[in-house]
């Protein structure tokens, strides 16, 4: 899978929670928090090298991809928690980002490591 249909794939999965009982506002702000994590997005706080530009040989392009999106949201739940929080707030919001969350872990095969506000929410991988 390219790069570029990752994003399109999470983004997309994102969309898709929206739709499970959270408020357009909560999925704009957390939809808004994630973009500027995303390389080369309009709000991107990133830039990208030659380096970083290159291909590179992956083993398991889904799951390298699922990685960067995890490590992209994670970044994006520690650097701005507000709307994160506010979603993981409203049961329905919580249950959908939560289930995301979790199938994403297992599909990269890591954690989420995120600062102590968040402890109270099961956001690890297996408690799906």
Same mark, same amino acid.
């Given at each position: 899978?390219?790069?570029?249909?990752?994003? +399109? @794939? +999470? $983004?997309?999965? $994102?969309l %898709?929670?929206?739709?499970?009982?959270?408020?357009?506002?909560?999925?704009?702000?957390? $939809?808004?928090?994630?973009?500027?994590?995303?390389? /080369?997005?309009?709000?991107?706080?990133?830039?990208?090298?030659?380096?970083? @530009?290159?291909?590179?040989?992956? +083993?398991?392009?889904?799951?390298?991809? @699922?990685?960067?999106v995890?490590?992209? $949201?994670?970044?994006?739940?520690?650097? *701005?928690?507000?709307?994160?929080?506010?979603?993981?707030? *409203?049961?329905p919001?919580?249950?959908? %980002?939560?289930?995301?969350?979790?199938?994403?872990?297992?599909? @990269? /095969?890591?954690? %989420?490591?995120?600062?102590?506000?968040?402890?109270?929410?099961? %956001?690890?991988?297996?408690?799906?």
């Amino acid at each position: 899978m390219p790069q570029g249909r990752g994003w +399109v @794939a +999470v $983004l997309g999965g $994102l969309l %898709l929670w929206g739709g499970s009982g959270c408020s357009v506002q909560q999925q704009q702000q957390v $939809l808004g928090a994630i973009g500027t994590m995303i390389p /080369g997005s309009k709000g991107s706080s990133g830039s990208t090298s030659e380096a970083e @530009a290159a291909p590179q040989p992956r +083993v398991d392009p889904e799951r390298v991809d @699922a990685q960067l999106v995890l490590q992209t $949201l994670q970044r994006a739940m520690t650097d *701005n928690p507000t709307p994160f929080q506010e979603c993981l707030d *409203n049961s329905p919001c919580k249950l959908a %980002l939560t289930a995301h969350l979790i199938r994403l872990q297992k599909q @990269a /095969g890591g954690t %989420l490591e995120l600062p102590p506000i968040y402890d109270r929410y099961d %956001l690890k991988r297996g408690k799906e």
